[in-house]
């Protein structure tokens, strides 16, 4: 599935997003010059401080060099804040636009990706991912740009001062490179171990959250509380190891500040003691020495925030590269508002290894009621996922009247079809809102009428601040069948020409369940309506039933029909009827 990308190119967005800002960046770089040079000039200052003022006692001197001081650490100032705040800009600039695209991507993701990635690894790629590389672009760009200036400036002033001494002093540097490069890799490795282990705790924490009744109903409180400890254990030893990584890198790079230092006393000193070198030059050398030495541990620092942040983007590239699934054809077709037959045309779907509709051929009229029967795991629900495109069939081809669903615009084609299952998902809003989710311009008379034809305006009414009550704050006290009626007003508002009730009436108890039948056939009436029940009780009034067994068609036609037929759909239903006790009641509850 992977398209198969170059390091180069994957990076090039980032790239392209910083080039955006070129003029904010120009202005930051010359802050980072302003920055460089003062440093530079600080350094090389050193020198007529000693040699004019100490020992050749000029006066003159005494106030040009705090005037200088003065000018130059001002204006550092203000250069610092200039590229802090450009930097920063163009920094979090790119990581909004990384949120909002990885956002945009997930959301346009098939259901299969969902089944497949964790929630909680998600959030973590969107959260914790995305703040790495916010780190990379913002601290390391600016800090590298502005060393890198800063490093250069203050070798000018060594060269000026004494090249020769500075030629021996840069020697060194290619030895410092080495555990800069090794340093960075070993923290990169360690990285990537970390922020996986994050994620597993971020989606183990999901889990355990959201499931927290099944966790205290089944005694698993300690249980789950010994699992996160070994996750934590986990990532403590990862973080310990990244931080051995990054600990070392400091000292290794002291040690050989100090080995230069030292040189430079032995082979300087012994200049000045000669009379080719003063004091001033000696002590302006040694400064800008020791001043180089903030700005080069930065880098190496750099290195490290740079490989973190390359392997969170790699983590960020992975599922940004990763193909939507379901795509719209090139020229895709509207579908109009209004009544549409359905027709399957040989349709298999797989899923990896497990097939779960084999060659199903089904036409459903305009405005047919068709009820899907069979056991647990016959393929009903896969067979009406496929009609608003959740997950595209393996072979053959699904149509709207004439239309290839694949031919059509998603949008059009999810328009046409309301559906209700048996998950009954609701969002932090108001139920008010809930209700309108697929017509935000629906009116309060809309939403109240929904309401009441799903059965659920009653007990709105009840609530503290009826249709304006917030599902967040009701917390858990809207019992499943209230939930369920909620969804149900949610897709009576949606008006659509197609229908699918996927086990929609599975939360409700007989008698609401009874209310929201008449509900849902008022509903049905005129409309191409695919209704799975897990009560057969329900579906008298579909105008044909097919019976699924292992993905396959295998009874067709009215009620009566197949019970004088005698094979599945009359063994389903005397399960059902005359033996509700073990076998039965199974298949009721998990048709
Ligand atoms: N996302 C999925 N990934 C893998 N297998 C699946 C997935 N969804 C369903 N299945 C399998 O496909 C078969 C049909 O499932 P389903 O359509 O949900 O049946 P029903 O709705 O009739 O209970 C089952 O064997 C089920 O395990
Ligand atoms: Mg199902």
Redesign the pocket.
């Known amino acids: 599935m992977k398209k198969k990308i170059t390091i180069k190119s994957r990076y090039r967005e980032i790239l392209l997003l910083i080039r955006g800002n070129r003029i904010r960046l120009m202005f930051a770089m010359i802050c980072m010059l302003v920055i460089a040079v003062s440093t530079a000039v600080t350094a090389y200052l050193v020198e007529p401080v000693l040699d004019d003022i100490f020992i050749n006692k000029n006066r003159k001197m005494l106030y040009i060099i705090p005037i200088i001081v003065l000018t130059v650490y001002f204006l550092r100032g203000v250069a610092y804040y200039g590229q802090a705040y450009l930097m920063n800009y163009v920094g979090e600039g790119v990581i909004r636009h990384l949120r909002n695209r990885l956002y945009a991507h997930i959301q346009q993701m098939n259901?299969?990706f969902f089944?497949d990635e964790k929630t909680g690894t998600l959030m973590s790629r969107i959260t914790n991912d995305v703040n790495i590389i916010k780190e990379m672009v913002s601290t390391a760009v600016t800090s590298s740009l502005r060393d890198v200036f800063t490093i250069l400036g203050l070798t000018c002033v060594i060269f000026y001062q004494d090249w020769k001494m500075a030629l021996f002093a840069l020697l060194i540097l290619p030895v410092a490179f080495f555990p800069i490069v090794e340093f960075g890799r070993r923290v990169r490795r360690v990285s990537t171990g970390c922020q996986e282990a994050m994620a597993d705790l971020n989606s183990f924490l999901h889990e355990t959250f959201f499931g927290n009744k099944i966790v205290k109903a089944f005694g698993m409180e300690y249980h789950e509380i010994k699992r996160f400890q070994e996750r934590t254990d986990t990532l403590f030893k990862l973080e310990m190891k990244a931080v051995k990584a990054k600990a070392l890198s400091s000292p290794v790079m002291e040690f050989l500040g100090g080995v230069g230092i030292a040189f430079i006393i032995w082979f300087g000193g012994g200049r000045v003691i000669d009379g080719v070198s003063t004091a001033g030059t000696f002590f302006s050398f040694m400064a800008a020495v020791l001043m180089l030495y903030d700005p080069v541990k930065k880098l190496t620092k750099l290195n490290n925030a740079i490989q973190q942040g390359l392997a969170a983007a790699d983590r960020v590239f992975d599922i940004l590269e990763r193909e939507t699934g379901i795509t719209e054809a090139e020229n895709p077709i509207e579908i109009p508002d209004g009544p549409h037959s359905v027709t399957f045309r040989n349709v298999v779907?797989k899923?990896?290894d497990?097939?779960?509709?084999s060659g199903v051929n089904l036409h459903v009229d305009a405005g047919e009621v068709l009820a899907?029967v069979?056991?647990?795991?016959?393929?009903?629900?896969?067979?009406?996922?496929l009609i608003p495109r959740f997950?595209d069939p393996t072979a053959g081809t699904i149509l709207i009247d004439s239309v290839n669903i694949k031919d059509a615009s998603i949008q059009s084609l999810r328009k046409q079809i309301a559906v209700v299952t048996q998950d009954t998902i609701l969002f932090n809003d108001t139920i008010g809102n809930n209700i309108a989710y697929g017509k935000a311009d629906a009116s309060r008379d809309e939403i109240v009428n929904a309401a009441k034809a799903a059965y659920a305006y009653e007990f709105i009414q009840s609530l503290p601040s009826g249709f304006d009550t917030n599902i967040g704050e009701l917390g858990g006290r809207l019992s499943g069948g209230e939930r369920q009626r909620i969804c149900i007003a949610r897709a009576l508002i949606k008006n659509a020409p197609i229908l699918i009730l996927?086990?929609a009436t599975s939360a409700l108890d007989t008698e609401s369940e009874m209310l929201v039948q008449k509900a849902l056939e008022n509903l049905m009436r005129g409309r191409t309506t695919f209704v799975?029940a897990h009560r057969l009780s329900t579906i008298s009034y579909a105008n044909r039933i097919i019976v699924?067994v292992?993905?396959k068609i295998v009874e067709e036609g009215e009620h009566e029909t197949l019970l004088v037929k005698n094979g599945e759909y009359a063994k389903l239903y005397r399960m059902q009827f005359s033996e509700p006790a073990r076998e039965g009641a199974q298949a009721i509850k998990?048709?």
């Open positions: 259901l299969a089944q779907l899923y990896n497990v097939t779960a509709l899907l069979g056991m647990s795991g016959g393929g009903k629900t896969s067979l009406v996922n997950y996927d086990e799975i699924l292992n993905g998990n048709p």
